[in-house]
């Protein structure tokens, strides 16, 4: 039973243009949302997270976007470089659950 | 400094061997997980524990048995490995079950031959 979806397994971007991966999610009760980014041979590593009572979150080149209505977020990396290049994981959580994981989008960024 | 610690990385090993896998984490978190990356690369979580006590064991086989001797340590032991065994198993700890931000380890590689 997935639970949150990532339905493109890659993606590739011009260095310098806008990167967009999305995510969907089924189970209406998750109300904390994550990102993250991982490299080969390494853990991933945390990236932002949006809880749902708000629609947007920024930090640097990072935003992501919450339509909790669609059941669907997305991370919009602007501008993209080439060490963004990484597979990236959207993860969900109802809080006192546990997080359950997309299975990830590869992004290459094009230099 | 690693945040979360797991050992070995690279675990190669004949079938129906006994194998652990070890995680430590220095956060001062109070839970922590055992996720599975299998070959389509889905993460799903394994275990997790809160304080020593086990909150949630998923539809594993109860050959995969977690260990916690303390708040700081959740050991991964599997008993008779399985060819279908072979994956990438991550720990991770966050402050609270569900919340926050998850923090993961490198990843053990387990092939079971």
């Known amino acids: 039973d997935q639970q949150v979806k990532q339905n493109s397994p890659s993606l590739s971007v011009q260095e310098g243009r806008i990167s967009i991966l999305n995510c969907d999610y089924t189970?209406?009760?998750?109300?904390?949302f994550l990102w993250y980014k991982k490299y080969p041979a390494e853990g991933p590593t945390f990236l932002i997270s949006?809880?749902?009572?708000?629609d947007k979150n920024e930090d640097g080149r990072f935003t992501v976007f919450l339509n909790k209505s669609a059941k669907h977020l997305s991370l919009h990396i602007v501008p993209s470089q080439p060490g963004d290049s990484a597979v990236y994981f959207c993860a969900a959580s109802k809080t006192g659950n546990q997080f359950y994981f997309g299975t990830g989008t590869s992004l290459t960024v094009i230099p | 400094d690693t945040a979360v610690s797991q050992t070995p990385k690279y675990l190669v090993t004949q079938m129906g061997n006994d194998k652990s896998i070890k995680c430590e984490q220095n956060l001062g978190h109070d839970t922590m997980y055992w996720y599975k990356q299998d070959s389509k690369k889905f993460l799903k979580i394994m275990f997790s524990y809160n304080n020593k006590e086990l909150i949630i064991n998923e539809t594993v086989p109860n050959r995969f048995s977690p260990k916690s001797p303390d708040k700081a340590h959740l050991n991964l032991h599997i008993n008779s490995l399985e060819l279908g065994d072979s994956a990438v198993y991550f720990c991770?700890?966050?402050?609270?079950?569900?919340?926050?931000?998850?923090?993961f380890g490198q990843g053990t590689r387990l092939t079971v031959v």
């Open positions: 949006i809880s749902s009572i708000k």
């Open positions: 991770a700890s966050s402050q609270g079950q569900g919340a926050g931000e998850a923090f």
């Open positions: 189970n209406s009760m998750f109300d904390y």
